[in-house]
Nanobody, 120 residues
Framework: QVQLVESGGGLVQPGGSLRLSCAAS????????MGWYRQAPGKQRELVAN???????NYADSVKGRFTISRDNAKNTLYLQMNSLKPEDTATYYC??????????????WGQGTQVTVSS
């Protein structure tokens, strides 16, 4: 069994910062790409940022320059540092990872989501 557990969401004022974490646990041989998605009420889930196993990153245009994705491979943990937050960043944020449980098997896993609300 593999689990992804997010933490770090909450309520923050516009211009503020939050740091999300996502810890992977269970039987893990290797974690390939990891990423953050978000979904606001009434909208489709969208990619926020992703990162390869060797640290290559990709960001949605809407968060470039404000958000930073990183990972600690030794801890099987993914992070999202969010600065200069805007009300339009309000959403449920989901962690995802392409995880190999054995050398022969790989699939995508998703966390349960953590709520980020940006409001004064």
């Amino acid at each position: 069994q593999v689990q992804l557990v997010e933490s770090g969401g909450g309520l923050v004022q516009p211009g503020g910062s939050l740091r999300l974490s996502c810890a992977a646990s269970g039987r893990i041989f290797r974690i390939n790409a990891m990423g953050w998605y978000r979904q606001a009420p009434g909208k489709q889930r969208e990619l926020v940022a992703n990162i390869t196993n060797d640290g290559i990153t990709n960001y949605a245009d809407s968060v470039k320059g404000r958000f930073t994705i990183s990972r600690d491979n030794a801890k099987n943990t993914l992070y999202l540092q969010m600065n200069s937050l805007k009300p339009e960043d309000t959403a449920t944020y989901y962690c995802t990872a392409d995880i190999m449980r054995t050398i022969w098997t790989a699939r995508d896993y998703w966390g349960q989501g953590t709520q980020v609300t940006v409001s004064s």
